[in-house]
């Protein structure tokens, strides 16, 4: 599965934007789909999860109630409309479909494929 992110840039503190990734395969609606960020000298981190029929969704707790995670299974995209932007939440951000069979800790949910990541720079 190949994963194709896009939709970063740079935003002031408070701001809004929305990231996209596609994926190019036949059997998207069946994958658990996320997001994780990697912030300067930092390890990458657990974002967002949203399984197969977006029934539910799963966030840290330092972005819960300003990013959304969604998907459309028509055009195999997911994506995280991130809102009230702060500086802490400059990193690169990560798309990956997420290992089906796991059922322990949000934050250490195993990966199966990653996804290029795309840079998104919140200035103060």
């Known amino acids: 599965v190949q994963l194709q992110a896009s939709g970063g840039g740079m935003v002031q503190a408070g701001g809004s934007l929305r990231l996209s990734c596609t994926a190019s395969?036949?059997?998207?609606?069946?994958?658990?789909m996320g997001w994780f960020r990697q912030a300067p000298g930092k390890e990458r981190e657990f974002v967002a999860a949203?399984?197969?029929?977006?029934?539910?969704?799963y966030y840290s707790d330092s972005v819960k109630g300003r990013f959304t995670i969604s998907r459309d299974n028509a055009k195999n995209t997911v994506y995280l409309q991130m809102n009230s932007l702060k500086p802490d939440d400059t990193a690169i951000y990560y798309c990956?479909?997420?290992?089906?069979?796991?059922?322990?800790?949000?934050?250490?949910?195993?990966?199966?494929?990653w996804g290029q990541g795309t840079l998104v720079t919140v200035s103060s």
């Open positions: 395969t036949r059997t998207f609606s069946s994958y658990r």
């Open positions: 949203i399984m197969e029929s977006s029934a539910n969704t």
């Open positions: 990956a479909v997420l290992n089906r069979s796991y059922r322990g800790s949000i934050y250490s949910w195993p990966v199966d494929y």
